[in-house]
């Protein structure tokens, strides 16, 4: 049986060795035009430029600025954000966003059109930051979090208990039959329960969710348990996720193994720079206590039996108007995986300019009671609103070109990690792929890698002629990956 084994094994590695060898000559064709020919290689004339960061340059993103939000959040996201180490400004007022549309929920709705009033929008939200494990993801969500945490804690137990991080589907059923406003779903780490929802198990789960994004009747009905009735479910999502991670969820979405509309849901995408500094201010307490004081008053806001309706006034409808005819031209120019995202941004306009009207009427009402918002929603919550889908646009493009462009990078790391355990000065291709390792098992993925890196300036590649005449691709290494570490 061994003997039979090992026939069998050796035929399988003749057989590689044989299918390297026709694959080497296409791999040093595609890698020629960088090469220069010469016999002796003097590595004294090999130019090099000083190594940076091995990473893809991401596309630009349009900043938050003042005008972008209503005075107060802005200065509690500026405070927060520039406390937490000089963090995105994003994070904290992406986690504010949502939280305040929690607690609006379908208690209170927008009507966008002057004649048709079939088309309402409630104030749920959906939304994913986008940041490295040293970006502060968790510490700024938790200050856009804290002014909500500050109204549980003040109120009588359980009244606005809507929030949950880890639940079963059938407790979400349970809390959201409980709070007829809606549901938050918090997860400062929520690349665990979007892969939870690939499993074929979890299609119930993924349903209701997908649901609770639209505010709708929902009904649940076990042998086993009573059943869960529901007559506007609304569901609002907050949570982090690292850029590696969310390439999984797109790659599924463009593969189509589950393109059902659950990624262009999360309307609120940001993917920021992160350019950190330790930081040690204090944090500014009277602007904390204002926006506290923002989330008490819109907390009696709304019924979801009869939810209070908005419109736009005269200025505002204008505006939207002549933005809604334009936007539609424009978007019927775009491709079909832009215009499934475009699709949503004009019921996220219209939901932001009344969470921005209701959050400006509450800065001018100074008592905890007695407060009545404007149902005329005005032209400066809408300007801010579309402010908001330009910067929330800038940071899909970066997003789409990031998952566009990481495999090659990503394989150009795994290469350089490969390369530690190459010895030999040069070095060809084969020297780094034989034997195999994740991500990098063939002569393709050596390739991706190599030309990535020679493009980048970390190696050279030299074409050689050997004394039978035979030419070969060989790789030097940029000086400084040869010298060894310092502590």
Known sequence: MFYALFKILGKREKVR?????????ELEKALSSKAVTNSQVDTSNLKWLPLKYLNFDLLPVKPIEPDCLPRSLYDYAENNSSRIDQSPIEFVAIGLIVCLSALLGCGVGIRPKRYDLFWIEFCNLWAMIVGRPSDKKTPCLKAGYSPLKHLQQISDANKFDFDLNDATYEAACIKAQANPKGILLFRDEISAWLNSLEKTDKAYERAFYLEGYSVGPYQQIRVTRDQVKIDKLTISILGGIQPTKLLQMLHSRSDGSNDDGLFERFQLVVFPDSAGKYRDIAPNLK????????????SKVGDPQKPLEFKFDEAAQK???DWASKFKDDSNNCDEEEQSVLGKYPALCAKLSMLFHLVSEAEKHGESVGFKPKLEVSKESIIMALKWLEILWSHNRRIHHFSQNHSHSDKASLFLK???MVKNEPFSLRDVYRGGMTGMKTAEHANQGAQELVNRGYLQSVTQKSANNKVKTMFYRHPDLLKPIKF
């Not at 044989?18 to 000559?25: F, L, T, W």
């Not at 602007?287 to 819109?298: A, G, P």
């Open 17 to 25: 060795v044989n299918v390297d060898e026709a694959v080497q000559p």
């Open 418 to 420: 490969r390369l530690k």
């Open 319 to 321: 505006i939207w108007d």
């Open 287 to 298: 602007i904390s206590r204002k926006v506290e004081q923002i989330f008490i008053l819109l």
